[in-house]
């Protein structure tokens, strides 16, 4: 599975973004997906994740009550709705499919094997 992420850019604190991330496998349908992110001399972090069914959807606590994730089988993208921007999110997000993600691993990169480029969020202050 081939991922394409896309919709980063600059946005002011208190704006919204939204990334997109657009699979090029019509095995799309039966893989979880999730959104990480990497912060300038940070470890990668987990962000969100989405079952192949649509739900149900696991929020990180950072982000909880701001992102959303969602996604479009049909369309074989992922979304992550992104609102009340802060400078603490800037970092760079990856998409990333798995079709083992369970419960336990949900929140781990190791539960993902097919990984996006990623694109770059920069939220001024």
């Known amino acids: 599975v081939q991922l394409q992420a896309s919709g980063g850019g600059l946005v002011q604190a208190g704006g919204s973004l939204r990334l997109s991330c657009a699979a090029s496998d019509r095995t799309f349908s039966w893989q979880h997906m999730g959104w990480f992110r990497q912060a300038p001399g940070k470890e990668r972090e987990f962000v969100a994740t989405i079952r192949w069914r649509g739900s149900p959807k696991y929020h990180a606590d950072s982000v909880r009550g701001r992102f959303s994730i969602h996604r479009d089988n049909a369309r074989k993208t992922v979304y992550l709705q992104m609102n009340s921007l802060r400078p603490e999110d800037t970092a760079v997000y990856y998409c990333?499919?798995?079709?083992?993600?369970?419960?336990?691993?949900?929140?781990?990169?190791?539960?993902?094997?097919?990984w996006g480029q990623g694109t770059l969020v920069t939220v001024s202050s």
């Open positions: 990333a499919a798995g079709s083992s993600v369970i419960h336990s691993n949900r929140a781990s990169q190791t539960a993902y094997r097919y």
